[in-house]
């Protein structure tokens, strides 16, 4: 192997980075989970996770411009795939969306680490950008509920989906905001009915 | 007029608290909204309403469990009556409720408030019980739309007017909470008809 000159080095290192090295980025992920594993979101900060990974702080904000964004990308990697099913109706996805939601926040540290994440975002505006971009990843994702509805002719073709995932995505953030996440299978198939058929009477 | 022995005066000053002596608690409430106005959110604190209401801390601790609740106090005061509308339809008063309150949020320091108070909930339980007590006041001042189409004949008998309540909050919540407050009539009308109607298909 050519011994590289420091300047090649460099370039080297520079272009490692661009490419996101893996390896880095994976232990970077790994250091931020497992302080909010063993230290919880108190002990949670850029030079906590520098130290534990053995990177430095400018590699972790080339990737990350701040606590809240690395903080969100661990959120989402615990994230059950199960969240967003295809059950080929969009009342059964919406009840897949609560039930799965539900009890991720309920029996795991990230209902904790989402609110922190909400109320982080009411007060400085770099994690107020980190968590709107994150909320309209989702609205994408969850909009796909409604659009296969859309496609299979299932729903009104003049709905906006987006609209309709923000309302999936206010309820459920509405009740872990306010301390009542819902754990009652009755009830989360009464909220799927009332936000996908309405609350009309019938021949109303 | 008798004077009245050390032991009596204190005997009235306790009755006269227990009545919630309205000057005081109205002198309290006017200083509070005061430093909002002049020093904005991060001057509050009870020592600083005390002090320019001339009133003891001890009595404000008497009224007010902690700074949240006499913020959302403060907050409640200036809602607009037209948030809550007697429209004769349900899609009509949900209308006027997301116009009104996406107007004072986005106009005055209302929404900056609010988002101050989620915050403060999601990392006090102190403040987190009183925005607790808060929205249930809530659900069930906006539950009384969904109970007046259920009177009216309008809405299904079946329908659980609370949860229907808790979409309505939800929804206005995450826009605030994302930095997303609607301002387009239009899309306020699509918002309030998807939650009356529901999204389904004509027929289906």
Known sequence: MTELTADESEERRRSIGARRNPDTQEAILEAAEAIVAEEGIAGFSIEAVAKRARAGKPTIYKWWPGKTALLLDVYHRHKPANVHQDTGTVEGDVVAFFTAIFAHWGNTGAGQVFRFVVAEAQRDEAAAASLQSYATERRKQSG???????????????????????????????????????????????????????????GR
């Open 144 to 202: 796909q509920i409604f659009e296969r509805g859309v496609a299979r002719g299932e729903l009104a073709a003049d709905i906006d989906t987006g609209l309709a995932a923000d309302m999936l995505a206010g309820f459920v953030w509405h009740r872990l905001l306010t301390g009542r996440l819902i754990g009652d299978p009755i009830e989360m198939r009464q909220a799927a009915r009332q936000l996908v058929r309405g609350l009309l009477a019938p």
